[in-house]
């Protein structure tokens, strides 16, 4: 028995004798219902709708013959990300952000960059840009998370047509990535939080992996209450095998 599932099994019997129950009825350990569907957007060089219980995100990939001034003439390419919610994505409506993003907003853009850049060798891509946008159609909760989810099967199908076409002799993918949220309420460790369990969190953690292993960013934060190293690595435990479950629905969405 690997240490992770030691852990798992663990918080399974702590779990069972607090006998919480999930509003959707999920084990504590349990994805949502997700599904991702490739070429959703015809125009578009890659696309996938990813559809996380009752959060759904469109995400496409453009490719643009060009990249930002500071990369100019250095052989290397790019990839950037936007991040937007529709103005009923919510319960209330949100206004358009028109004039300039929030900040929570330019805080989930950099994280879906950062996070797939992580996984491409930019040089591979030459003086080229893959732009991904997310549109958040329906909002419950797990739409960053999502987002990069969702992505990475945009970005991978754009860069299958790249090599398709002739423009690239190899894919710069070097990697899978994934995301998906952990957290703590009423004192039990969840996997995959709906907006009413992250509303009510005690701590909430956004967690990216690759298909190796590794991890790419760890957000975490306590809304209500401190946590402790055994909460961390039970969450970190329930994280790996969520994003393990993702990599097996992108490879499906990928390769049928």
């Known amino acids: 028995m690997t240490f992770f599932s030691y852990v798992l099994c663990v918080s399974w019997a702590n779990n069972s004798k607090m006998n919480y129950i999930r509003i959707d009825n999920r084990t504590f350990e349990q994805l949502r219902n997700t599904r991702i569907t490739p070429n959703f957007a015809p125009y578009a060089e890659g696309s996938a709708l990813i559809e996380a ?14 990249v930002p001034p500071f990369l100019r003439n250095k052989g290397t390419g790019w990839v950037t990300a936007e991040y937007a919610m529709l103005p009923r994505a919510t319960q209330t409506r949100t ?5 300039r993003p929030s900040g929570r907003t330019q805080e989930i853009q950099r994280l879906i960059g950062r996070s797939l850049r992580a996984v491409v060798d930019t040089k591979l891509l030459g003086e080229r840009q893959i732009f991904l946008d997310c549109d958040v159609m329906q909002a419950d909760g797990g739409t960053r998370t999502a987002s990069i989810t969702g992505a990475y099967v945009a970005l991978a199908l754009a860069c299958k047509r790249l090599v398709a076409v002739g423009t690239l002799k190899k894919s710069p993918l070097i990697g899978e990535v994934a995301a998906v949220s952990v957290g703590i309420v009423k004192e039990t460790a969840l996997l995959d939080l709906c907006y009413e369990e992250d509303s009510n969190a005690e701590v909430d ?3 990216v992996c690759t298909g190796a292993g590794k991890f790419i960013e760890i957000q975490g934060t306590a809304e209500r209450a401190p946590f402790d190293r055994a909460q ?7 994280a790996e095998k969520g994003v393990n479950e993702l990599f097996t629905l992108q490879r499906y969405a990928l390769n049928g």
């Open 232 to 238: 961390m690595t039970e969450m970190l435990a329930l």
């Open 95 to 99: 206004n358009r952000e028109i004039q």
């Open 205 to 207: 953690m956004n967690i």
């Open 53 to 66: 219980g009752k959060t759904k995100v469109i995400c496409t990939a453009t490719v643009e013959e060009r």
